[in-house]
């Protein structure tokens, strides 16, 4: 019964911490919106464009070895060696719509559980 009691205790620790929380919109678009965070988005693109995996990783590896070595941003080398397509992969937003499989964070997916456990909550 330690776990659950544990468990309870968190429970507790956490609700009320949530209380206090200030959600900063514009610090959390910032973070959301390193090119980095997207990097495995880029080397999907280019696995989809026909390069086998491996070297997507590798290449993808490298342009990211680059940006900060460079201070280049990441969109901005990937447009010079893939094109104007491979620069939309950096869009957050787009990414995140992308990800619509049961349990990924696509705008929609995220609505809908939200609204169940309201639903569900009450």
Known sequence: FDSADTLLASVRVMADMLRHVTVNRQRCAAAASDPLLLATDLVDFLVKKG????QAHHA???LVAESEKTGVPLPKLAGKKYGA?????FDVRRALAARS???APSPKNVAAQIA???KRLR
Do not use: D, H, L
């Open 51 to 54: 390069m086998p995996f491996r």
């Open 60 to 62: 993808v590896g490298a």
């Open 85 to 89: 397509a491979a620069v939309k992969v």
């Open 101 to 103: 499989a049961i349990g």
């Open 116 to 118: 169940r456990w309201k």
